[in-house]
């Protein structure tokens, strides 16, 4: 069965950066697009961005842009999201949830646990 | 980037009785929306995509509606594992993707 395996919690100071990692399992990672997407306490859900784990392009939220980055390792079937100069905004579970089809449809259909990540001084 | 307004913000009813849920775009999204559960500590989870077509697994009582700019998610019967959080979501004009605000959907 599907399952995305998400990193765990991580507190971090204002102005550093944080990588999140997703091990996917299941079935077979390079086939389908991944996505992160993150939700502040008590708030909606926001897109940050895509890896096709294939060639492993991107496409960024315009918000995040020079903040995040997304990369994936094929030979461990996870992916990573990076977000740099970190705020206290910033704090959010942040999930990775992988696409329903074998190609980009941006339609969400497996999602992580999530990983908290918290900005505090 | 398109806005979608969901309406009511809070949706306070008894099991049984019928829940709709509204979700507007603020331009033509044509027919991709989705909409997604989330219970409290869960991530979301697909219930509807392409504005009306069930994920797998969903149960019949979920269905969803409408094209261009307005659309409707109906759960014709609560149950009382439906009492959550839902979500629209547009996958038509990116990036971003972008999500609505979101309805609770609470027990009366």
């Known amino acids: 069965q599907v399952q995305l395996v998400q990193s765990g919690a991580e507190v971090k100071k204002p102005g550093a950066s944080v990588k999140v990692s997703c091990k996917a399992s299941?079935?077979?990672?390079?086939?389908?697009?991944m996505h992160w997407v993150r939700q502040a306490p008590g708030q909606g859900l926001e897109w940050m961005g895509v890896i096709n784990p294939t060639g492993g392009s991107t496409t960024y939220a315009q918000r995040f842009h020079g903040r995040v980055t997304m990369t994936r390792d094929t030979s461990t079937s996870t992916v990573y999201v990076d977000l740099s100069s970190l705020r206290s905004d910033d704090t959010a579970v942040y999930y990775c949830?992988?696409?329903?089809?074998?190609?980009?449809?941006?339609?969400?259909?497996?999602w992580g646990r999530g990983t908290l990540v918290t900005v505090s001084s | 980037e398109i806005v979608l307004t969901q309406s009511p913000a809070t949706l306070s009813l008894s099991p049984g009785e019928r829940a709709t849920l509204s979700c507007r775009a603020s331009?033509?999204?044509?027919?991709?929306l989705a909409w997604y559960q989330q219970k409290p500590g869960q991530a979301p989870r697909l219930l509807i995509y392409d504005a009306s077509n069930r994920a797998t697994g969903i149960p019949a009582r979920f269905s969803g509606s409408g094209s261009g700019t307005d659309f409707t998610l109906t759960i014709s019967s609560l149950e009382p594992e439906d009492f959550a959080v839902y979500y629209c979501q547009q996958r038509s004009n990116w990036p971003p993707l972008t999500f609505g605000g979101g309805t609770k959907v609470e027990m009366k």
């Open positions: 331009q033509s999204v044509s027919n991709y």
């Open positions: 949830a992988r696409d329903r089809n074998t190609y980009d449809s941006r339609i969400f259909d497996y």
């Open positions: 299941g079935y077979t990672f390079t086939n389908f697009y």
